[in-house]
């Protein structure tokens, strides 16, 4: 039996591992999961005869080694920051390796000696990045082969409530980890092209600058632009860009209303608030706003961000219980983005019946024979649950589809990268249409880079 190591069994392991016990007869496979939280490694491959859960503590040196020292790939589904030990075990005990995240200076500085030992590093290999790769290439390389040059590409990825589950006035839930959306574009002004000009938004304008988008069958989105769309300019070779730009799909509203948070400082994450564990809800609204013997708090929130009562948003923010003197924060040392995302969670989980969405759209214009066109390519995935969800689907399958792909030798190329080239995404995109992620890509007239508000 050939062995697979996948460390780490959290929310996005179970399509992973469901396609990997499914193949484990027909591929002669033993799956072996280890996590240092045991009881949902065993949850996942429950009573399976070609599987077994083991208690794997990453930074302990030496069973980490000898698992991965009894495998003959790995796959490392832990948090980005912990990939790089488990990474220089694979090089030294020659083990290939597989993992969702981006790949990391520290992981791209091992390339030339994975690359000497003939190992494959597959990274960014789940949905973004991963399929946005794959997806985005297949289109690039099609409109290169045919002599077309591309002059635009803008690329849109979104995790959303399923349009059944939508039941609330954001048209939010988390599906992913809620930290994550709290903190978005903090760090460093939004970096794009736009008609050959480099393009910046501050932090503190990111979210009044969106781009709308129409998808069929779901109709109207929005986007607001990702913090480094220029890194890709390389990645996907396309020096002669005009217009390069990449986003994150909300529902139209959420990003006006988003804003009242981030005018007012409520997403900083840089210090903590004193006595926070003490504060109410109502409490931690206040402390952002100004003194008044007599305006609530509701009156001066809608003071200071200038909201009419009537307003849409103002619903919104009631909606979330905002200003409820009844519930406490309960954080101790609590950073103003630690005790907001507390207050989401309340309203933004997802229940046990809801199914989350994976929404994807991708438009790729190009010079042929002296012409403009454009391809737009979309894709929308439902989840089925709350263990098979959509993001569960499409971070886990193209890593289970490439880890099999490696370990029969269909990839052979070594090295630290990424889905990229044809003998990798053409294969692993083909056979996720098996699994209903599919793009529907159609010819559109050329419209140019039209962001309606930027």
Known sequence: MRKILVIGSGKSTSYLIKYLLDKSIQEELHIIVGDINISNAKKLIGDHENANAITLDVFDKSSRQAAIENADIVVSMLPARFHLEVAKDCVALGKNMVTASYVSEDMQKL???????????????????????????????????????????????????????DNNLWNYKFTWNPRNVVVAGQGSAAKFLQEDSY????????????????????????????????????????????????????????????????????????????????????????????????????????????????????????????????????????????????????????????????????????ELNGKMYQIDSTMVTIGEDQTYTAMAKTVGLPVAIATMAILNEKITTPGVQIPIQKEVYEPILNELEDYGIKFTEKEVPYLGYNPLNI
């Open 111 to 165: 390339n030339k000696t994975v690359t000497d030992k003939g190992l494959v590093f597959m990274n960014e290999i789940g949905v973004d990045p991963g399929i946005d790769h794959m997806s985005a290439m297949k289109v690039i390389d099609y409109i290169r082969e045919k002599g077309g040059k591309m002059v635009l590409f803008e690329s849109f990825t979104g995790g959303l409530v399923a349009p059944e589950s």
């Open 199 to 366: 393009k910046y938004i501050p932090y503190n304008r990111l979210f009044r600058r969106t781009e709308f988008l129409e998808i069929e069958g779901y109709g109207r989105f929005e986007a607001y632009a990702n913090r480094d769309s220029l890194k890709y300019q390389s990645v996907y070779s396309l020096d002669s860009i005009k217009t390069l730009y990449r986003g994150t799909i909300r529902r139209v509203g959420f990003s006006r209303a988003w804003n009242m948070f981030v005018q007012l400082g409520m997403t900083d994450d840089s210090y903590t608030i004193e006595d926070s564990e003490n504060m109410s809800y109502r409490d931690y609204v206040n402390s952002f706003l100004p003194y008044s013997p007599t305006d609530s708090v509701e009156l001066k929130f809608r003071l200071a961000l200038k909201i009419d009562q009537d307003d849409i948003v103002w619903d919104k923010l009631e909606e979330l219980d905002l200003f409820n003197k009844d519930k406490m924060v309960d954080l101790k040392n609590a950073s103003p983005a630690q005790i907001l995302q507390k207050i989401l969670m309340d309203s933004w989980t997802l229940e046990e019946h809801d199914k989350d969405m994976i929404v994807m759209y991708h438009k790729f214009g190009y």
